[in-house]
């Protein structure tokens, strides 16, 4: 199977594992390393499960060779080659305008059973942005990290780019550099502002009561990177999308607790 990054046609890859799609799926019975060889003869090794949604995707650390890479496996056959050329075309977006993003090393569309995998390099020592927000100590450590996740966000509107799914998860820092994480929301609007506003207060609803002092400072680091008019007029509307989409969050969470991931495990009963 070629590398979609050179070819997008594609073949299968071999794995260790007699069915690859049933066990990743199931979870139950998976033997790490999962182990992949890759077309040019190089072996993958899936060593650490992260995260896994059922019959959907799974992430893991690994290697490839000596080199350290973060992976994701899609698992839905009819869905997986729409997903990675997703991963591809996004991280080419957020190249395009030099945004800093973990390097894509190869994307395949199909391994055994029809599972997409995209490969990038594992960033050592990064953080979350979320991890790191939620431990500061002060409001002006917060500021200054995320005016410069402000900024880039604004780099992306400028250049006509958005990520659909703005959280805070989504950025990685190290040493002060932010790294624009999850290509597969990556994606190009030309439908004036409304659209990047919206991604911004997104962005911004998730700020936690203590700090919601930093939203007005935050819109106006914002407005003046993209050289729009900064005053009451053009703050206020912000303010109210912020607190709309913050309720739209609360909403989304209770959906999401009767989600199965390795995060969450629900259980429905009435009585």
């Not at 993209?226 to 989409?245: A, D, G, V």
Request: net charge positive; aromatic share 8%.
């Amino acid at each position: 199977m070629r590398n979609i990054l050179e070819d997008l046609n594609y073949n299968c890859l071999h794995s260790n594992n007699k069915s690859l799609l049933t066990v990743v799926k199931e979870r139950e019975g998976l033997n790490l390393p999962l182990v992949i060889t890759l077309d040019d003869g190089r072996k993958l090794r899936c060593e650490r499960m992260l995260r896994i949604v059922p019959a959907r995707r799974a992430a893991f650390l690994g290697t490839l060779e000596s080199q350290s890479v973060f992976v994701k496996l899609f698992l839905k056959r009819h869905q997986a080659k729409r997903h990675v050329r997703r991963e591809v075309q996004g991280y080419l977006l957020l190249k395009e305008l030099a945004i800093p993003t973990p390097k894509l090393i190869c994307a395949y569309e199909a391994l055994e059973g029809g599972l997409g995998l995209v490969i990038f390099e594992y960033l050592s020592g990064c953080k979350s942005l979320k991890t790191i927000i939620e431990k500061a100590e002060s409001g002006e450590e917060s500021l200054a990290l995320l005016a410069e996740c402000v900024r880039v966000m604004a780099r992306m509107h400028e250049g006509g780019i958005v990520g659909l799914d703005p959280h805070f998860d989504n950025f990685l820092v190290r040493k002060d550099e932010i790294y624009v994480a999850d290509c597969a929301s990556i994606a190009r609007k030309h439908v004036g502002q409304k659209i990047f506003f919206k991604n911004l207060a997104l962005f911004l609803a998730q700020l936690s009561v203590s700090k919601r002092e930093l939203l007005v400072p935050l819109t106006k680091i914002y407005l003046a990177e993209r050289s729009l008019p900064c005053n009451e007029s053009s703050i206020t509307p912000q303010l109210k999308n912020i607190e709309r989409y913050q309720n739209i969050r609360l909403r989304k969470l209770y959906k999401k607790v009767f989600r199965e991931s390795t995060r969450i495990a629900m259980s429905r009963s009435f009585w």
